[in-house]
């Protein structure tokens, strides 16, 4: 009897602690502060595919939470420095594959010019380029087991990203930096879809999800936490 209540003990205090320790290193970087509200989600819900479209410490995290998780570096250099030091931290985890992708000089250009005086993104024709490359991306795999897409890259058409894994009728898209201002990263750009309901949390730099209508289950999870149903402010 005293043993079973010594591995008790042993089991929650060991995991109460070790996700105490790893949410407070999380939580305070600007970089990785959207991980304390995808555990409240994955507290509740398997979520067995992940695909990131940026990657970093948090990384870490997802690959010890999902079955399986693909980080797409989509980069406007040929710079693959960030993308190996994470590749080394991140090779032990056999659920992880990388990605790296250089995107193609019309993007680049679109993203220069993202945040320029007199909304110059939208005299340039790049969106069918931003669908093609991601269309790339995505036959590397089967889209249709893909649970969800999480866009925090380090080019600005987060926007544009979210738009498309809709489109593709992703079941969950996540977004990192939703907070205002959201021009920053041109959320702005960023049309409401019939198909999903958006939830929003505010704390750190904001993290919204926009979740397919028909994710029941997801849904309710989300309606337990502190996030805000259509909080998402344009
Ligand atoms: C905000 S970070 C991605 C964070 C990632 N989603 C995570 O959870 O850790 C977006 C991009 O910034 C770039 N980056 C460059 N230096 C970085 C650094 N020191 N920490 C994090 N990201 C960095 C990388 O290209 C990376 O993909």
């Not at 695909?51 to 948090?58: A, C, D, I």
């Not at 790049?126 to 089967?142: N, P, V």
Request: hydrophobic residues 40%; glycine residues 6%; contains cysteine.
């Amino acid at each position: 009897m005293k043993k079973w209540l010594l591995f008790g003990f042993i089991c929650v205090f060991g995991n109460v602690h070790a996700e105490g320790e790893n949410l407070e290193q999380y939580t305070t970087s600007v970089y990785t502060d959207h991980v304390q509200h995808f555990h409240k989600l994955f507290k509740q819900k398997k979520i067995s595919t992940f695909l990131e479209f940026g990657l970093g410490e948090g990384t870490k995290y997802f690959v010890q939470h999902c079955d399986r998780v693909i980080s797409v570096e989509l980069l406007c250099s040929d710079d693959r420095s960030w993308f190996e030091r994470c590749q080394k931290e991140l090779i032990d985890y056999s659920n992880w594959e990388g990605i790296f992708v250089q995107a193609p000089d019309i993007i680049k250009e679109a993203n220069r010019v993202a945040h320029a005086p007199g909304n110059l993104l939208s005299k340039i024709s790049y969106l069918k380029e931003l669908r093609d490359l991601c269309d790339e991306i995505f036959a590397q795999f089967s889209l249709d087991t893909i649970d969800l897409v999480f866009v925090d890259l380090d080019i600005h058409l987060r926007g544009d990203l979210v738009n498309i894994m809709m489109e593709k009728n992703i079941p969950i898209v996540a977004a990192h930096d939703t907070n205002p201002p959201i021009h920053s990263h041109r959320f702005d750009k960023v049309t409401s879809h019939p198909q999903y309901k958006v939830f929003h949390f505010s704390k750190g730099a904001g993290l919204t999800l926009w979740v397919r209508k028909d994710c029941h289950d997801v849904i309710r999870c989300l309606q337990k936490t502190d996030c805000i149903p259509n909080g998402f402010k344009k």
